[in-house]
T-cell receptor
Framework: DGGITQSPKYLFRKEGQNVTLSCEQN?????MYWYRQDPGQGLRLIYY???????QKGDIAEGYSVSREKKESFPLTVTSAQKNPTAFYLC?????????????FGDGTRLSIL | RKEVEQDPGPFNVPEGATVAFNCTYS??????FFWYRQDCRKEPKLLMS???SGNEDGRFTAQLNRASQYISLLIRDSKLSDSATYLC??????????????FGRGTQLTVWP
C-alpha cells in the first residue's frame, strides 16, 4: 500500500531530552512537510523540504531540526530548546512543489512531556 | 492579515440539512485551492480540489470566486458521518512561499440525528 507512515504514534519526552519523530513515504513524492497542531488550533508549518538534501524553515522552526538524506524519509527532531513540545505532529508529502499539488498526511504523532 | 480565514463555526445541523462554509484568502495570485476534512484526533484528509469553474463530487460542491478571493463548500443532504472539521487550504505563489500550502483554522460541523 502506498502511503505515509509516521512513528511512533505516541511519544513522551523528558526534560532536556531530544526526541526524533519518523516520517517515511513510498509515494515517490518530492516534497515533504512537518506541521504542528495544538488543540483547537490550525496547522503550523515547522520545516519543509522540496528535494533531497535541501530543506527550509517554516513559521515555527525554533527548537526543531530536520534532515532529508533520502527521498523517502524526513525525520523531525524536537530538541530540548523547544520548551513547549506537547502537540500533535503531522508529516505530509506532495509531488513536485512547483505544481501546487495537494498534500497527503500521515496519521500523526502525539508528543507529550513527562 | 492571515493568508486564509474561515467561518469560525461551529455549525450544528440536523441530518438532511444543507450547510455552507465560506473561506477568504489574502493573496490574489494564489492558484490552487483545496478543502480538507479532519476528524477528531486524526490527520487531515483531502476532500476535494476547487477549480475555477466550480466542481461537484456527490453531495459536495465547491465554488471559487477569484474577484472576491472567496471559496465555498456546500454540503447537501448532510449525514451523521459528515461531522468533522473542514479546512480551507490555499497555495503559496512564489519566492519563499513556493510549495507551501496555507491552512485555515477550520470550521467544525456537527450533524445530529
Amino acid at each position: 500500500d502506498g502511503g505515509i507512515t509516521q512513528s511512533p504514534k505516541y511519544l513522551f519526552r523528558k526534560e532536556g531530552q531530544n526526541v526524533t519523530l519518523s516520517c517515511e513515504q513510498n509515494l515517490n513524492h518530492d516534497a515533504m512537510y512537518w506541521y504542528r497542531q495544538d488543540p483547537g488550533q490550525g496547522l503550523r508549518l515547522i520545516y519543509y523540504s522540496q528535494i533531497v538534501n535541501d530543506f527550509q524553515k517554516g513559521d515555527i522552526a525554533e527548537g526543531y531540526s530536520v534532515s532529508r538524506e533520502k527521498k523517502e524519509s524526513f525525520p523531525l527532531t524536537v530538541t530540548s530548546a523547544q520548551k513547549n513540545p506537547t502537540a500533535f505532529y503531522l508529516c505530509a508529502s506532495s509531488f513536485s512543489p512547483g505544481a501546487n499539488q495537494p498534500q497527503h498526511f500521515g496519521d500523526g504523532t502525539r508528543l507529550s512531556i513527562l | 492579515r492571515k493568508e486564509v480565514e474561515q467561518d469560525p463555526g461551529p455549525f450544528n445541523v440536523p441530518e438532511g440539512a444543507t450547510v455552507a462554509f465560506n473561506c477568504t484568502y489574502s493573496n490574489s495570485a494564489s492558484q490552487s485551492f483545496f478543502w480538507y476534512r479532519q476528524d477528531c484526533r486524526k490527520e487531515p484528509k483531502l476532500l476535494m480540489s476547487v477549480y475555477s469553474s466550480g466542481n461537484e463530487d456527490g453531495r459536495f460542491t465547491a465554488q471559487l470566486n477569484r474577484a472576491s478571493q472567496y471559496i465555498s463548500l456546500l454540503i447537501r443532504d448532510s449525514k451523521l458521518s459528515d461531522s468533522a472539521t473542514y479546512l480551507c487550504v490555499v497555495n503559496g505563489i512564489g519566492g519563499s512561499t513556493l510549495g507551501r500550502l496555507y491552512f485555515g483554522r477550520g470550521t467544525q460541523l456537527t450533524v445530529w440525528p
